[in-house]
């Protein structure tokens, strides 16, 4: 299986790079302004990134015609999540009290990127934005204290976003969600 | 998953294509650089020269024990101190990244020389993956100029070498394991030294007493950790702050310097918890530092998480 990741620009891209490494998938971290005829793949990854997507979409390359067009799933991280929602006509601002370092993540749906895990679990955040609003067709997965929108879903396509880094060491069960999303990848092929 | 075995093939293979010739390596006395020298040599042999650069901002007993893993490592090597130079370099500069400059720029001159002196091209390098993450570039922010990538000076000759570019610590380490490295264990340590413990001003005396307060960490940690009262942290150590608070010694007003005590838990240095020390661990450290340095009469202890800290505070 072969799952990318677009880089825009953030401290853990190359963490989610060792995570698909070590679970065996065929991967690389590619520009965001790959055109999307040249990637060949089974999933994407959109990394979190210095970018304030509310204020530089611009500096989000190709992402928008990632999520328009592409027929394999996709995973939103931190800013790749923010856009995501700004994209499907959603909302990401500031948040009320950004969040750094251990968050308590609240499941709400299990759906399949959350299969397995336990209802609450620890999760690793860095994040000055959030998505305060779901675009239509979005479902919420998860919640924090101080942040509404940990996960959300796509109905129609299977894309998703999440606002922690299930790919640092701190975040538990980050594996098994990679693994829950390569399922996905997996099943769409 | 990793394979340690396979990576060293890999990159001993890649690096003898990239080489054509002569090489220096720089050299820290850490676990990166010495895997990267023993990568480089096992690939081009005697071609490649080990340097290591006393710059009077090392750790207690460090130059002794460079010296004698370069000897295990088997490599060809010369230690050039460059102390005044370095402190010179440093004399009024504040900002943490003027210092990673000014010390980047510092170290790459005497790598020149030596690749010069032997007629070598190449610079080996062991930076690994964090090193270029948090020194940015393009999209991504600067965190920090590490001195091996964010700090090098513009129009540098030498060409860079990095086998390890794509690895972590814990990976560095499996490698150098597989390699018979030594040093695999030792905790991280910084190219900048304790110039980035050092919080303001770096002068001789200020690197005294942050060396020694960092000694004292390490003891009294290891120790503990030993006696099993403790788990060993991934990296442990102490910072000099500027500032200078009211005390009292022995009947006598003290006003003196600040030390800080860091200890976190990680596994790549890209995230961090501080490490939950037992208060008598810390009280010992604090006696010890207090009255073993008498330019200093507090001592506090850092909780921040990475993020938002970084490990080091430059």
Redesign the interface.
């Known amino acids: 299986m072969k799952v990318f990741v677009v ?9 989610e790079w ?1 995570v698909l ?2 679970l ?1 998938v065929e991967t690389k971290i590619v520009p ?1 302004t790959t055109p999307l005829e040249e990637l060949e793949v089974d999933g994407l990854v959109l990394s979190g ?3 304030r997507v509310g204020l530089d979409a611009d ?1 989000m390359g190709n992402n928008g015609e990632y999520l328009e067009k592409a027929g394999f799933p996709i995973l939103g991280i931190c800013a790749g999540h923010q856009f995501m929602a700004i994209h499907f006509g959603g909302e990401a601002g500031p948040s009320g009290i950004p969040e ?3 968050t308590q993540i609240e499941v709400d749906e299990e759906d399949e990127l959350f299969e397995g895990l336990p209802k609450a679990f620890q999760g ?3 994040h000055n934005d959030e998505v305060t609003v779901l675009p239509e067709d979005f479902i919420g997965l998860a919640h924090s204290n101080n942040c509404k929108c940990q996960a959300m879903k796509y109905l129609k396509r299977p894309i998703y976003g999440v606002q922690f880094h299930p790919e ?3 975040t538990e069960y980050g594996n098994d969600i990679f693994k829950n999303f390569l399922n996905v990848c997996e099943e769409n092929r | 998953m990793f394979d340690a075995s396979d990576f060293i093939d890999e990159a001993i293979e890649k690096v003898r294509e990239e080489i054509d010739g002569k090489a220096v390596v720089a050299t820290s006395g850490g676990v990166d650089s010495a895997v990267a020298a023993v990568i480089v040599s096992r690939a081009i042999g005697d071609n490649l020269l080990s340097v290591y650069v006393d710059t009077g901002l090392m750790r207690k007993g460090e130059k002794k024990q460079v010296a004698s893993m370069l000897e295990d490592l088997d490599v060809n090597y010369e230690i050039v101190d460059a102390k005044d130079e370095f402190f010179e370099a440093l004399k009024g500069v504040l900002d943490p990244e003027d210092k990673r400059m000014v010390i980047g720029g510092k170290f790459i001159k005497i790598f020149e020389r030596k690749a010069k002196e032997i007629g070598a091209e190449y610079l080996v390098q062991g930076t690994i993956a964090p090193d270029w993450i948090e020194s940015g570039g393009d999209l991504r922010d600067t965190i920090k100029s590490h001195h091996n990538v964010g700090a090098l000076p513009e129009g540098m000759e030498l060409k860079l070498v990095e086998p390890l570019r794509d690895l972590y610590k814990d990976e560095v380490r499996k490698v150098g394991r597989e390699l018979g490295v030594t040093v695999s264990e030792r905790q991280p340590f910084p190219g900048p030294a304790l110039a980035i413990r050092i919080l303001g001003e770096v002068t001789p005396e200020a690197a005294e007493t942050a060396r020694d307060a960092c000694a004292i960490v390490e003891e009294e940690i290891e120790k503990s950790a030993e006696n099993g009262d403790m788990e060993l942290p991934w990296q442990y150590f102490a910072g000099l702050l500027p500032i200078r608070s009211v005390g009292v010694r022995g009947d006598i007003r003290a006003y003196g310097y600040t030390i800080f005590i860091r200890a976190v838990q990680s596994v790549d240095g890209m995230t961090a918890s501080y490490s939950r020390i037992p208060h008598e661990v810390l009280d010992d450290i604090s006696i010890r530092i207090t009255n073993e340095l008498p330019q200093v009469n507090r001592v506090v202890y850092d909780i921040t998480n990475k993020p938002p800290g970084t490990i080091e505070w430059e």
């Open positions: 880089d825009n620009g953030g401290q853990w891209t190359h963490r060792r490494r070590y065996d965001n990134g210095a970018p500096m750094f370092g251990r690793w955040e860095s640092v060491e701190h």
